[in-house]
């Protein structure tokens, strides 16, 4: 097997590229960023659910495709086996379930939203940050939200795990100073992804009506960025970037809502 189709961790381990870990990369933000990290010259380690998808995209791009669920300890454990070499990390697992007020919340929905977008962050970062140290150039990017910057009507369960996850991740700024990582919070805006699709559990024509009538982000749009963050000099830090398409102007406002 060729390193460039590499899918254990004993073939990466002779290949001298550079190796970036990105989660959620079955589709999406996750799937854009691999392909553009691929391009700029990284190994990329593809986790997801969905591993035949991964595996897919990794034999595209000469990287390799594993299993991750980010909430489950077991899972994080077997993915981050054998993973001693990590450059950078994409923490872009996560996503919404719903769009309930506070009055009427699911509490499965929360329980989700929390375990994925700031536990399953979380455990993952943990897992990878001595090697990111080690490395001497580590990059964590965290793809949040401006959802983790706004709280908006009927969002509470997606905008304080967002919150949550953004403020862990601003911690880890502050805990790292003087150690060779560095930092970066994503916060993209309306991006046309399976994100609408899988807070509206599967109801296409819903998840549609939200990208309608306006320009939204693309995933590529997204994975540029983290690939600009990914190709700063060592001592440059992007600490935090905010996008939105230009039809939107915050979490709440955008050219259909006025
Ligand atoms: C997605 C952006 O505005 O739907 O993270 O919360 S928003």
């Excluded at 791009?61 to 994080?76: P, Y």
């Excluded at 996850?165 to 805990?175: F, G, I, K, M, P």
Aim: net charge negative; charged share 20%; aromatic share 4%.
């Amino acid at each position: 097997m060729s390193p460039d189709t590499a899918t254990d961790a004993t073939a990466q381990t002779t290949d001298q590229r550079p190796i970036a870990v990105v989660t959620g990369a079955s589709s999406g933000i996750g799937a854009a960023t691999a392909r553009q990290l691929a391009e700029q010259g990284y190994h990329v380690v593809l986790g997801a659910r969905r591993v035949d998808r991964v595996e897919a995209l990794a034999a595209e791009i000469g990287g390799t495709g594993k299993q991750l669920d980010v909430t489950d300890e077991d899972s994080v454990a077997a993915f981050v086996e054998g993973l001693d070499r990590v450059n950078v990390l994409v923490n872009n697992a996560g996503g919404a379930k719903g769009l309930d007020p506070v009055s009427t919340a699911n509490l499965d929905d929360w329980r989700w939203m929390w375990e994925t977008n700031v536990l399953g962050s979380l455990r993952i970062t943990k897992a990878l940050l001595p090697a990111l140290i080690a490395s001497g150039d580590g990059l964590i990017v965290a793809i949040t939200s401006i959802a983790a910057l706004e709280a908006y009507d009927n969002g509470s369960g997606y905008t304080s795990a967002k919150h949550a996850q953004a403020v862990t991740h601003r911690t880890l700024r502050y805990e790292l100073l003087g150690k060779p990582v560095r930092l970066t919070e994503i916060c993209p805006g309306m991006v046309e992804t399976d994100f609408s699709l899988v807070r509206f559990e599967g109801d296409k024509e819903r998840a549609d009506a939200v990208y309608q009538g306006l320009t939204p982000l693309t995933a590529d749009d997204v994975a540029e960025v983290v690939g600009f963050v990914a190709s700063r000099p060592p001592h440059v830090n992007l600490d935090q970037i905010v996008l939105m398409p230009r039809d939107q102007a915050s979490a709440r406002r955008n050219i259909k809502t006025g």
